[in-house]
């Protein structure tokens, strides 16, 4: 019995390696087929015909260059945009557009506090009616001998280095001004830049304290030379739009952005000058303590004239006029009063928000834009990120 049970066994492990040989036998007569058949149908080698990418650098970039490469250089001496290139290996035929960054073409920082640009004071006059409170002026200054030119655009800052030293000794920081004047100038041959400078002025211990830029800007004359820099700001920037709204709210001061873009829109030589036709609304809200404060009151005026369509213009003069609750009347005031008209034209996408001057004001119009967002059934605090995030609400106080 132990002896049969082994030989079956043994006769049973004899027969493995003949069944891994039959096994062996077939696998290698199939593959070699397999190879065969392989080899027959194997698609013909063609020639791939691929385009050199083009390389559109400027002279002095390396000339080894295995993908496209796009420089754009704006007028601003720190901003170089590269567009993004394709991996050395990637063969597409498809011309790849460079993605132009959003107003990149805006000047910036031609001129910076160590090399600051000497330009001369053109005029500096009062913009104060007889009665009115403080001194508020408009300087300007000629740019024609800058080199790099320093250009700019409505919407945009320049810089002030005020003569003297600090109260250390050492030279005076620089202050921002909003630039008044359109990149045409007032005098529209595009050399000169316009400011809007009220003197700050405050009373401490008894004693009156006077702003130390804001004084040296209101006292130069013109023939003086004063450390300019700048460009700076593209918070302000108007839209490219011809057919955009533009809701101007605006204290003292702020009105400097608001009247370049007004100059810009409505001003017949400055139109000659830019070609941009202007088709939308523009509602200014404009902000003084009195009748007598009101600034380029005259032009605005001459521009609801000429445009009775498409200019808007409210003004709350806080010391005369008196809100609902019998206080003084401030711009939000006069936001809720047109809460409605002014909803209707924040809801079309093609409508700008802009607000500039005091700081203060700004819990005010939030507050007054809640309410009169309330009446639409809508809710600014949902509202207002939105709006900024598309780009349409620009803030710049101080
Ligand atoms: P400073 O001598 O610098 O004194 C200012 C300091 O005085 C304050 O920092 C504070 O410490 C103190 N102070 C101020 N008020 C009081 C007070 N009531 N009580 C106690 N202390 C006080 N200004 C314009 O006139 N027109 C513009 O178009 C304009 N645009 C601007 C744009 C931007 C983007 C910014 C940021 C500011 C702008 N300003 C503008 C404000 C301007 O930059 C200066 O801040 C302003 O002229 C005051 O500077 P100053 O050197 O005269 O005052
Ligand atoms: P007021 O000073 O009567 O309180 P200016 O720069 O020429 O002084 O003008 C600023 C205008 O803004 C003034 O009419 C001033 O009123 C007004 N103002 C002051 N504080 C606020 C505020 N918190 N919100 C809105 N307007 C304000």
Redesign the pocket.
């Known amino acids: 019995m132990v002896y049969s049970q082994a030989k079956v066994i043994a006769g049973g492990l004899a027969h493995i390696p003949i069944v891994i040989g039959i096994f062996y036998f077939i696998m290698t007569f199939f593959n070699k087929r397999a190879i065969e058949y392989a080899e027959a149908n194997k698609p013909k080698k063609v020639e791939k015909k691929v385009e050199k990418p083009e390389i559109k650098a400027k002279s002095s970039a390396p000339t080894k260059v295995e993908s496209k490469v796009e420089v754009q250089k704006t007028t601003s001496d720190s901003s170089e945009i590269k567009t993004e290139s394709p991996k050395n290996n990637e063969i597409t035929n498809i011309e790849k557009k460079p993605m132009k960054k959003k107003h990149a073409d805006v000047p910036v920082n031609i001129y910076r506090p160590k090399t600051p640009y000497e330009g001369t004071v053109i005029e500096n006059y009062s913009l104060l009616k007889e009665g009115a409170?403080?001194r508020?002026n408009h300087i300007t200054f000629d740019l024609k001998d800058s080199d790099p030119f320093l250009n700019y655009v409505e919407g945009q800052s320049i810089g002030i280095m005020p003569a003297g030293e600090d109260a250390n000794g050492k030279p005076h920081k620089l202050r921002l001004y909003s630039i008044a004047s359109t990149r045409h100038g007032d005098n529209f041959e595009g050399n000169t830049v316009s400011l809007c400078v009220?003197q700050l002025q405050y009373e401490k211990d008894g004693e009156t304290i006077n702003g130390v830029c804001s004084t040296y800007l209101c006292d130069i004359k013109p023939g003086d030379k004063v450390k300019i820099t700048g460009p700076v700001g593209k918070e302000m920037l108007l839209p490219d739009e011809e057919d955009a709204n533009v809701v101007m709210l605006a204290?003292?001061?702020?009105i400097a952005p608001m009247r370049a873009y007004l100059r810009r829109m409505f001003e017949p030589t400055e139109k000659e000058k830019n070609k941009w036709n202007f088709k939308g609304k523009a509602w200014l809200f404009m902000?003084?303590?009195?009748s007598a404060?009101l600034?380029y009151e005259e032009d605005l005026q001459r521009y609801l004239t000429d445009n009775p369509d498409n200019f808007k213009y409210t003004k709350?003069?806080?010391?005369e006029q008196q809100n609902t609750k019998g206080g003084?009347m401030?711009?939000?005031d006069r936001v809720l009063e047109s809460a409605n008209e002014l909803f209707n034209m924040i809801e079309d996408e093609k409508t700008h928000i802009y607000l500039c001057?005091?700081k203060?004001?700004?819990?005010?119009?939030d507050e007054a834009m809640t309410k009169a967002a309330e009446e639409k059934g809508l809710n600014w605090s949902e509202l207002r990120p939105q709006l900024k995030k598309a780009g349409r609400w620009h803030v710049e106080t101080y």
């Open positions: 409170i403080g508020v009220r204290t003292g001061t702020g902000g003084a303590p009195k404060n600034l709350a003069i806080s010391r003084r401030y711009i939000q001057g005091l203060g004001m700004e819990p005010g119009i």
